[in-house]
């Protein structure tokens, strides 16, 4: 099992929790666990929590340091086993902020930027622990699912939860089953899967667009004209279009499976029989799922060029790769002498990925875009090493968890488009 459980049992341990919460973990929070000798020995708990009633109350048990306010309470870590006697602490000289220690050290140590802090409030102790805590690497599966199951925002830092959110029906559920049980009774199910096709993908960037252009009342996705233009792609295809492609992916798979399984009389037969095409069923859903998040990611950013009027050329063959874009276009890129071009390339995650982009640099710097926030600061140097921009949303490279904010190789979506395209390469901005 490690120190990392699997989702299944997260899962069980939240079915017996009565809220839980959730924090991603910010470089302050797990830095201490790899830094021998370091002088913070836990994390730091938001005042909006601990006023929650999730923690147990504080108290001055020192009449010597009045300002100093604690408790001491069991904790529960169920990838280890171990019940410890931890501590929340709160300096009332010092802020807002309440300081969690006495924390299994080896748990928070070796973390990836952006890792996350799951605990639950049991419904029953176990011996004297009510509260149970899990740690979660970003780049698990476990956290992708941790990710979907409570619809953490791109923007997430922290929040408390009621258990049931993980299962908890929602109403097109409750409409879809309603419309699934009228077909099969009805006999129309073939007709009803016929029309449960997934949208294409740019009819889903486009309602995706749309929404947040109406939320924010913008008119364009002009980059000159928002005032952060990553937050607002990451927003789009992250949180928007994702909403929404799995609302429709809901439609189409339940009816897929209920033709297979609930339209005979004996669904036991029907799903051994079937299993096979059970299998492909769902392999190709998490394929297509894989497979859209980075052509969403290319649409929202293509959008970005157009609206910006910026002068650009998509997916074409350069040097026996496809970069995403190249500014402005590839006959220009060709002419060493001209030095107002560059290419830029996208990546939802980088992992080891970014280091085909080497081949993609003839005679121009290539600016890599991602919205992953997971990115190690070894990963970053390498990336520098070989003339590799990394390119973040705004909020990325302030954040506390990611490892972004001081990282001169690394810019954001704001200082691409003002300092590398606009004042830097006027010639890619279009007249008029």
Wanted: with cysteine; glycine share 6%.
């Amino acid at each position: 099992m490690g120190f990392h459980p699997e989702w299944s049992e997260i899962a069980a341990w939240i079915a017996r929790s009565e809220r839980i919460f959730v924090k991603k973990l910010s470089r302050n929070d797990c830095s201490w666990a790899d830094h021998p000798g370091s002088h913070q020995s836990g994390i730091y708990i938001p005042s909006a929590i601990q006023e929650s009633g999730f923690f147990p109350e504080l108290g001055n048990t020192n009449p010597d340091k009045p300002h100093v306010y604690d408790t001491f309470f069991e904790t529960l870590w169920p990838a280890s086993g171990e019940i410890r006697q931890s501590r929340l602490k709160h300096y009332s000289n010092k802020g807002r902020e309440f300081h969690f220690t006495r924390l299994p050290k080896e748990q928070f140590s070796g973390l990836s930027p952006a890792s996350l802090l799951l605990g639950g409030l049991l419904n029953v102790p176990v011996e004297s622990a009510r509260h149970w805590f899990i740690v979660v690497d970003s780049v698990s599966e476990a956290a992708e699912i941790i990710e979907s199951a409570f619809s953490l925002q791109t923007d997430f830092h922290f929040d408390l939860f009621a258990s049931n959110v993980v299962n908890s029906a929602l109403d097109e559920e409750a409409t879809l089953i309603a419309e699934l049980t009228a077909a099969l009774r009805d006999g129309s199910i073939d007709t009803y899967i016929a029309r449960q096709d997934l949208p294409r993908p740019e009819q889903l960037a486009a309602q995706a667009q749309t929404e947040w252009l109406a939320q924010h009342r913008h008119g364009s996705l002009d980059p000159f004209a928002i005032d952060a233009p990553g937050d607002a792609v990451m927003r789009i295809s992250r949180d928007i279009e994702y909403a929404l492609y799995k609302r429709a992916e809901l439609r189409q798979r339940a009816a897929q499976v209920a033709g297979l399984l609930l339209r005979g009389k004996d669904p036991v037969s029907d799903l051994v029989r079937g299993f096979g095409q059970l299998d492909g069923l769902f392999l190709s859903a998490a394929q297509t799922r894989k497979s859209r998040a980075g052509r969403s990611f290319e649409q929202h950013v293509q959008r970005l060029l157009v609206d910006g009027r910026i002068r650009h050329q998509a997916q074409v063959v350069l040097g026996g790769r496809r970069p995403d874009f190249v500014l402005p276009d590839v006959a220009t890129l060709n002419r060493a002498q001209n030095r107002e071009t560059l290419i830029l390339s996208l990546k939802t995650t980088l992992r080891e990925r970014w280091k085909q982009l080497g081949l993609e640099r003839p005679h121009a710097p290539v600016f890599l875009a991602t919205v992953d926030d997971r990115v190690s600061t070894e990963a970053i140097e390498e990336m520098a090493r070989n003339g590799i921009v990394l390119v973040v949303p705004e909020s990325l490279k302030k954040s506390k968890e990611a490892v972004y904010e001081t990282q001169m190789q690394v810019i954001s979506f704001r200082h691409f488009f003002d300092q590398e395209i606009r004042a830097r390469r006027p010639a890619l901005l279009l007249a008029g």
